[in-house]
């Protein structure tokens, strides 16, 4: 009985940790910026895909829409009290928005 409790105790531990946390505020929109590729734009290149998106400006509303899952599930772990994993998402999702700001800045210098 006390392998099951220990289990549950690292199951949990994982779960609810910062770097869990961190980890998932990278993979959940990185996953949402491909899905969104792959359900709307597969018949062209991705690479091509990449450049337009460039091009265009449209990477930084890309971007944002991407990190759009992160605040649902932020929201999910804060109703479950999952504090740790919630300070792992606000930390990338602090990134992200530094990046998105850096890269609105390029577009608009290059105007």
Not at 7 to 34: A, D, H, M, Y
Request: net charge positive.
């Amino acid at each position: 009985m006390s392998n099951l409790n220990n289990v549950k105790v690292q199951r949990e531990t994982f779960i609810n940790s910062s770097k869990t946390g961190f980890i998932t505020g990278i993979l959940l929109p990185t996953c949402f910026f491909f899905l969104t590729y792959f359900t709307k734009y597969a018949d062209i290149p991705f690479d091509q895909y990449i450049q337009t998106a460039m091009d265009k400006g449209a990477m930084v509303y890309l971007l944002s829409i991407s990190a759009f899952p992160n605040l649902l599930l932020f929201f999910l772990a804060n109703q479950l009290n999952k504090n740790l994993f919630c300070k792992g998402m606000v930390a990338i999702s602090v990134v992200w928005i530094v990046v998105i700001f850096i890269l609105k800045g390029y577009f608009w210098m290059t105007l």
